[in-house]
């Protein structure tokens, strides 16, 4: 990540100190790279050059309003998950036109927002959600964009957790039973069939799933068109990995060259495309900054305690994922082996395992590939105020969130 690096002997975002930033703003702290994220949507940039394509940022990986602005600003749409995400999408700056709708689980009060501000297209998971959708959009005098969230049944090879294209889990509608949905869906007054979608997972560090889900995809296309059912747009969702410990997932333009020939070999090459990356856009962007507090050796393993925990980084505790931590200012010679532990009382607070370091209390340490899925699902758990945070741009850092102070996190609970 040419972005975060060593310079001299200290870490730097760009061109900018992390142990300043530290000093300034105080730990855990979380810094952005500007110029890292829109990096990253190059890569897909350059992979759709030529192609209709639209890149709709997935903003559960990190819906900062800054960073939501800054994508909205490149171009991009956004894949949301909820009204108060389209509510984020709409403080940001962002075009409604460009935002898909996610999920197995959308209220009517959330489909009667999105369907007001006019968004292109609502991802729908299942049959009985078609009906719901038809009803609230004929109340409001409207029909609403959809396109069906499909299941092609691949196995993505990542934590099962995280996986979501494979029979036996919720989300999506079975290969076999999508072209009834179709049929449904175009049967009824208040929607607009418009698209095809699929997402099979994520951290997918492998192209074959993709390719494999494509062709599951394009023979549905083939089927419901000759159905008498025009798919207007091929929605491929997200996914793409990340390197955190040594991973080697495709770029996303090296992907997409390998999806565009089998769209291409198949007749489909012009048609409009989507896709719904979060973590492949943010996640290798990001740091969180934090302090040793104390070091605790003992007899079967040795501690080091940081003042972040897993409310502000729950990965490890919720996945056992893998985030390098690496100290901002090196200090030279060998060092100990820690568990690199936070102050929440849990044992799974934990956020790095047997990492060999060379530290003091008070050195400032950096968590690596923290830009997605961490501030994101950070929480207040033990009264923990969140994290503020820093988007870096060449020298200048700008604070985007600042620190949730303990009254912020009872501000809305009241006494009887
Ligand atoms: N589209 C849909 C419908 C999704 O469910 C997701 C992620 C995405 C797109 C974006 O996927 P990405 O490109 O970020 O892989 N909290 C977990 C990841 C959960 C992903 C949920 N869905 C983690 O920290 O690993």
Known sequence: ??????SGDQLHVE?????ELAREHGTPLFVYSKAAMLSALAAYQRGFAGRQAQICYAMKANSSLAILQLFAEAGCGFDIVSGGELARVLAAGGDPAKVIFSGVGKTRAEMKQALQVGIACFNVESEAELDVLSDVAVGLGKKAPVSLRVNPNVD???HPYISTGLK???FGIAHEDALRAYQHAASLPGLKVVGIDCHIGSQITDSTPYLDAMDRVLDLVADVE???IPIHHIDFGGGLGINYNG????EADALWAQLLAKLDARGYGQRQLMVEPGRSLVGNAGVCLTEVLYLKPGEQKNFCIIDAAMNDLPRPAMYQAFHQIVPVQPRSGDGVVYDVVGPVCESGDWIGRDRQLLVQAGDVLAVLSAGAYCMSMASNYNTRGRAA???V????????????????????????
């Not at 991973?247 to 495709?250: A, Q």
């Open 247 to 250: 991973d080697t997932p495709p």
């Open 389 to 391: 945070e820093i988007l």
């Open 1 to 6: 990540q040419p972005h975060i690096a060593y």
């Open 15 to 19: 061109g900018v100190r992390l142990s």
């Open 168 to 170: 036996g889990n919720k």
């Open 156 to 158: 993505p090879k990542t």
């Open 393 to 416: 741009d060449g020298t200048k850092a700008h604070l985007i969130r600042q620190r949730e102070s303990a009254f912020d996190t009872f501000a809305l609970e009241q006494l009887v």
């Open 226 to 228: 000759a159905a008498g």
